[in-house]
């Protein structure tokens, strides 16, 4: 079936915000074809120095048609033909999902996750996947088993992780937007290192069906996009009750208040940490002053206990993690390495199929969940969780949302972190919305003098994602 | 600052290790348990905190579970999951025996 488009060759359509490209394919200004070989040339061009994206799908370019062809017939959802990225631990049914891990270097997902529907029903199909530290476990995707991801504005820098890729192949413009996972900070880092949007959303508005499970307290699907109206398009179609996660919140529970105010919390004493870059502090106190230009109030808060964040975070995602990877023994999946007996067997197949990371953390989260370290390690974490969780709701009585730099520092060099804490600490900022449950969203918040991106990171109570959206857009302007 | 009980224990890694079922090289055992020991006297930090005051918390993502109903699938499925076992023989999956 012929179709006719007409192309705008001056135009450069990868770099178009989600609106323009739903616009332009509804006006046949571009086909989803032309879109997608334009993203595929981007990758060609850049993905062998970035190693963003660890595989196009061999279906790309017939999905890509078959929506062409249903614009024709006058199918007009509202993503149609839209390709968009999915980091390599979120099922896409038919393609490989390894975690970005030798452990399932071959394993083949037998199912679409649940985002992925929602996004396939809008029309939108996903036609690569991206590279992550492995199960998610890492603040710099220089854990993957497939080779570290490099950050577009700088290639000697990191990405950030766990969803390096995604934020790596959204700041190069390899696609529409990319889904990424966050634990810890995982999409809100890497956004922040790369210079895009990055969106954890309230913990249960969007389902984990179909996302390798990392910590299942705190993981969650998000946007990586190109700004803060698009990582608000796709959280809207992604948000919504899922009876196939256990922990998805129905829609009449999702309560919250109307928040009329614009009042902005700082946590000054968080913030004056050693560890907190000079140039960081002073680009986020040149954030406030443009937020305070637009009428938002600043105002000095202090969340009690907020400085255990971190803490707590590794006590439980390790415990969490130790318990979920337990399924990747070598029998019913996976890589496996035969030893004498069956418990060497699995022995020897999670010491071949898990990197250094994954080993770390397994063996951490084993240990706090053993017998005589289990009250004063796990239980205890648990308590102070929900400590700050307190902390953290009683500051939302009096401000509207809470900022602070995302990230302690711009993106790093690759391979200057070695030490496991002091990568770790990376997550300082981002981690207390993970332990909390609130919604988080990073910001660009400008660049430094290498071309490193600053990010700037916003956080509201419990489904009030459109207060973060309403405050985004509004900072974005002024950068 | 660890706690009274905690900081008189040196970490048994091949312990550890044997709970989590994972193997270790011996050659890297030792940087292991520098990490380990690192990363304990980080979040050892916790001990210090005192466990009084309101913790309560509102709930919203409350564990829901539904029927566990048998769902006919077609035949892709079936062979995509076979598809992925290490070792297979037919339809059955091989491992090693235990008895």
């Known amino acids: 079936m012929a179709y006719w488009f007409r192309i705008f060759c001056s135009m450069d359509i990868t770099k178009y915000s989600l609106d323009k490209l739903v616009e332009g394919l509804a006006k046949k200004e571009f086909s989803s074809v032309e879109l997608l070989e334009q993203y595929k040339k981007n990758i060609d061009l850049q993905n062998g120095a970035l190693n963003a994206i660890l595989e196009v799908f061999e279906r790309a370019k017939d999905s890509a048609q078959k929506a062409d062809e249903l614009r024709m017939k006058g199918d007009h959802r509202e993503l149609l033909g839209i390709p968009y990225v999915t980091k390599d631990n979120i099922c896409i049914k038919g393609e490989i999902i390894s975690a970005g891990s030798r452990m399932l270097i071959r394993h083949r997902s037998v199912y679409d996750a649940s985002v992925v529907k929602f996004l396939n029903e809008a029309g939108a199909f996903s036609f690569a996947r991206s590279n992550m530290d492995e199960f998610a476990m890492g603040s710099s995707t220089e854990y993957s088993a497939f080779g570290p991801t490099r950050n577009p504005l700088n290639q000697k ?12 192949a959204v700041a190069s413009n390899m696609c529409a937007f990319a889904l990424g996972s966050d634990t810890g900070g995982s999409i809100r880092q890497p ?3 790369c210079g895009i949007v990055g969106l954890y959303p309230t913990y249960g508005a969007v389902s984990r069906n179909g996302l390798i499970a990392m910590a299942s307290s705190l993981d969650q699907v998000g946007p990586c996009a190109r700004s803060v109206a698009d990582a608000e398009y796709i959280h809207n179609i992604l948000s919504r009750h899922d009876p196939r996660d256990a922990r998805s919140v129905p829609l009449s529970e999702r309560k919250r208040e109307k928040r009329k105010g ?3 919390g700082v946590p000054r004493n968080f913030i004056e940490n050693d560890g907190v870059s000079v140039e960081v502090k002073a680009n986020f106190e040149a954030s406030l002053k443009r937020l305070e230009k637009l009428g938002y109030t600043i105002v000095d808060i202090s969340i009690p206990l907020i400085e255990m964040s971190l803490p707590v975070y590794y006590i439980l995602q390790t415990a969490e993690a130790s318990t979920n990877l337990a399924r990747y023994d070598g029998m019913r999946y996976g890589t496996r390495v035969e030893g004498s007996n069956l418990l060497e067997t699995y022995k020897l197949s ?6 250094p990371e994954v080993q770390r953390r397994i063996l951490l989260g084993t240990y706090v969940l053993s017998a005589g370290f289990f009250d004063s390690y796990y239980k205890k974490a648990d308590t102070v969780r929900k400590m700050i969780t307190r902390s953290l709701l009683d500051v939302f009585e009096t401000v509207d949302v809470i900022a602070t730099p995302t990230t302690p520092t711009v993106a790093f060099p690759l391979g200057s972190v070695q030490d496991p804490v002091a990568m770790y600490v990376a997550d300082l900022f981002t981690v207390p919305a993970n332990i909390a449950g609130i919604p988080a969203l990073s910001v660009p918040s400008g660049l430094n003098s290498e071309g490193l991106a600053y990010g700037l990171h916003f956080m509201a109570p419990h489904f009030c994602e459109d207060a973060l959206f309403s405050v985004g857009k509004d900072f974005e302007q002024t950068v | 600052m660890r706690s009274c009980i905690l ?3 040196k970490i048994d890694i091949q312990y550890i290790a044997d709970l989590a079922r994972i193997h270790i090289d011996e050659g890297k ?6 990490d380990f020991e690192s990363i304990l006297s980080y979040v050892d930090s916790i001990q210090a905190v005192n466990l009084s005051g309101d913790i309560s918390v509102p709930q919203f993502a409350m564990n829901q579970t539904r029927e566990d109903i048998a769902e006919t699938q077609d035949s892709s499925v079936r062979n995509a999951l076979l598809g992925n076992m290490p070792k297979r023989s037919g339809d059955g999956l091989l491992v090693q025996n235990i008895l």
């Open chain 1, 191 to 193: 956004a922040s290192f």
């Open chain 2, 7 to 9: 900081i008189h224990m």
């Open chain 1, 262 to 264: 614009r009042s902005i």
């Open chain 1, 350 to 355: 999670r010491g071949e199929g898990f990197g």
């Open chain 2, 29 to 34: 055992k030792a940087s292991l348990e520098q």
């Open chain 1, 157 to 168: 820098s990191v990405a950030g992780g766990s969803s390096g890729g995604s934020a790596s």
